[in-house]
């Protein structure tokens, strides 16, 4: 399976059987008061096949909290997902 081939319903399917969800994230972040307004920007950074016939996606997340020069969270995230 290739991300330029898969049509919406064949990841509609996949992500119902997804088997790993591993989160990393940086630390170092300032802490979010009651009541921010936060913004979450998100990209695939990559799909790759991996063992057994499945595909590794791998996702960026940041989250902008208003006023705030640095993110509040960076994280990315490693999900697998089989036929």
Known sequence: MSASTTTP?????????AATDTW??????PPVPVGSRVRLHA???GVTEVARGGVQMTR???FELEGSE???C???SLTHFYP
């Open 60 to 62: 960026a997340f940041a």
């Open 74 to 76: 960076v994280a990315e």
């Open 9 to 17: 319903r064949e990841c509609t399917r996949a992500a119902s059987r």
């Open 43 to 45: 990209s695939v950074v």
């Open 24 to 29: 990393s994230s940086a630390g170092g972040s």
């Open 70 to 72: 640095k993110p509040a």
